[in-house]
């Protein structure tokens, strides 16, 4: 199985930095998540109902889970499983309706972002250094330019992949054809739960989870040299469908599986191996399968074998 990592799409010639660069503010990424919020503070208890709270809860879990975390994250991302490619479209068009960005933005982001975490400095806009609503209002309203950013280069696949260009070209529309069942279904209340409180909740939920991840929580490992550490945001595992355990992903990024210890729930890697269950993954990549990184540092406090000299073995199954 052929793995792509942020590494290989981030060319980075002599003289780029991850440090220097201004953070403006973005208007489109600002009125799309500030609208989405509004409406749904606003209209929200105005338009509340049951059945409109359950496709609330209904329709996050199955955006963020074969979506953004299934979908975005594990397959197009880091390719950790291999799919039929319907079955990849169809979870990364679920992904697409958390509301963040079209599939290839997602991937630029991602990359950008993995790329100066692993530099030895970065700007804070990367690391989430800043207080809790200077990073908000960053990370949701803003965008960052550097000064001399490294090139992004989307492998052949990807880029020729005619389905990826339309849904990144017309993701916010997305939202619109589910609108509009949405209401002719269930009214204005659906629309309002269904559309706008999803997206919001799900778009500052993955900022917070990111804030969170990058400051404060458990550590099984240390990536030496590397500006930003990962932290494992326990509390959150579950409704994070298993994204918030952030330092096993800095520690194994090619891993299909993010919750390596008992008790680490991870919805995505249940998802996943129900599909292989029925058919439908292969090739699914966990710590085992990865080469040993020299830079990585197993903290003694938590026990196991030590990735260093190769010798860590997880249960998996």
């Known amino acids: 199985m052929t793995l792509v990592s942020g590494s290989e799409r981030i060319v980075a010639p002599t003289g780029c930095n991850a440090r220097d660069g201004r953070v403006r503010w973005s208007p489109a990424k600002s009125l799309w998540i500030g609208g989405m919020t509004a409406a749904a503070l606003i209209l929200g208890p105005i338009y509340f109902s049951w059945d409109a709270f359950l496709l609330f809860c209904v329709t996050s879990a199955i955006t963020l889970c074969f979506g953004h975390s299934v979908g975005m994250h594990r397959r ?3 390719s950790s499983f291999r799919c039929p490619l ?3 479209r169809a979870c990364v068009y679920l992904g697409t309706l958390v509301g963040m960005a079209g599939p290839i933005g997602m991937i630029r982001t991602h990359d950008f972002r993995d790329w100066a975490q692993r530099q030895r400095q970065c700007h804070d806009f990367f690391c989430h250094r800043k207080s809790f609503w200077h990073d908000a209002w960053w990370q949701l309203h803003c965008e960052l330019a ?12 990807l880029a020729a992949d005619r389905f990826y260009a339309v849904v990144e070209r017309t993701w916010m529309l997305q939202q619109l054809p589910w609108a509009v069942l949405f209401f002719t279904v269930g009214g204005v209340d659906w629309v309002v739960w269904g559309i706008c409180a999803r997206v919001a909740v799900s778009v500052t939920g993955h900022w917070l989870v990111g804030h969170f991840a990058h400051r404060e929580g458990g550590q099984s490992w240390v990536v030496e040299g590397a500006a930003a550490q990962g932290y494992n945001v ?3 595992g579950l409704i994070s469908m298993g994204e918030s355990w ?4 800095h520690a194994f990024p090619g891993s299909a599986k ?3 210890f008992p008790g680490q729930a991870d919805p995505g890697w249940w998802l996943i191996k129900s599909f292989e269950f029925l058919g ?3 090739n699914i990549v966990t710590p085992d399968d990865l080469p040993a990184r020299r830079e990585l540092r197993r903290l003694p406090s938590d026990g196991g074998g030590c990735p ?4 860590l073995r997880l249960t998996i199954g």
């Not at 550097?146 to 992004?152: A, M, Q, S, V, W």
């Not at 952030?246 to 992903?249: A, D, G, M, T, V």
């Not at 260093?308 to 010798?311: K, N, P, S, T």
């Open 76 to 78: 197009l991302i880091h």
């Open 86 to 88: 319907w079955l990849e």
């Open 146 to 157: 550097l000064d001399r950013p490294p090139e992004f280069r989307l492998e052949p696949r």
């Open 234 to 236: 326990s509390i959150a």
């Open 246 to 249: 952030h330092n096993n992903h």
């Open 258 to 260: 993010l919750g390596l």
């Open 280 to 282: 439908l993954a292969s």
């Open 308 to 311: 260093v000299c190769g010798a």
